[in-house]
């Protein structure tokens, strides 16, 4: 996944949104990878997945959520667990471009990934991101930036945070809801016949932020943020 970073370091350089279109949802691809992911993938690999509060994921309107990071498998267990199946929606990932290689980066592209801009990383997907939320779609960041696996909640990037804000900035009470999610490995390192534990915590509301200094509240969201995750993770949180 992106190295939020990145988008920090740019955002300055962002004025408006840009129509592009740098990845899609292919119908039948998206229809099989959930029917093979939900009869074969999941049932042969974990032996139990236990998932607290779907409630808490709005069923329409602009979504990002913000997931933990533990393993590769995440990116499975997401859609596994909130996508379609769950929700009815279909979910978009900002993906690295080492993930956009050969077979793999063509299904990941056609099933909602988009990758970095080589040329222009930050801004490229940040803009994508609040073309996103322009749209009401639900997009997946990963606000750790990368994978830890040691079960803990390491500090955030502000950079979901401000792509939130800069999308309710464009339109007036577009309502844009980030949804907190933790998700625990046992072991915590996953391997076949382990479980796996995901929490789905109370959104918190965009439009609470927007007043005020644009940098400012972006980290008090991105503090509120990470003091949801600690709160439905149950651990420490960790400076990186």
Not at 189 to 209: A, H, K
């Amino acid at each position: 996944m992106i190295n939020l970073d990145f988008i920090q370091a740019s955002l300055r350089k962002l004025h408006s949104p840009v129509n592009s279109k740098p990845s899609s949802i292919s119908p039948w691809l998206a229809s099989l990878s959930y029917f093979l992911g939900r009869h074969i993938v999941m049932p042969l690999y974990f032996r139990k997945i236990n998932i607290i509060g779907k409630e808490n994921i709005p069923k329409d309107g602009p979504v990002i959520l913000a997931p933990t990071h533990r393993s590769r498998w995440d990116g499975l267990i997401i859609p596994y667990t909130t996508g379609r199946l769950v929700t009815g929606r279909d979910l978009r990932f900002m993906v690295s471009m080492d993930e956009m290689k050969c077979l793999q980066g063509w299904l990941i592209r056609h099933l909602g990934g988009f990758p970095l801009n080589p040329k222009n990383p930050a801004v490229s997907c940040f803009r994508y991101g609040v073309e996103l939320m322009l749209k009401r779609e639900m997009l997946v960041i990963f606000p750790e930036g990368k994978i830890y696996r040691d079960n803990q909640v390491h500090s955030l990037k502000t950079g979901l945070a401000r792509i939130g804000l800069q999308a309710e900035s464009y339109q007036q009470n577009l309502g844009v809801k980030i949804v907190p999610i933790s998700l625990n490995y046992n072991p915590v390192i996953p391997r076949r016949g382990c479980n796996v534990m995901v929490r789905i915590g109370v959104p918190l509301s965009v439009n609470d932020y927007i007043y005020g200094s644009g940098k400012k509240q972006a980290q008090n969201l991105t503090l509120d943020l990470e003091a949801a995750l600690k709160n439905i993770d149950g651990h420490s949180t960790i400076n990186n």
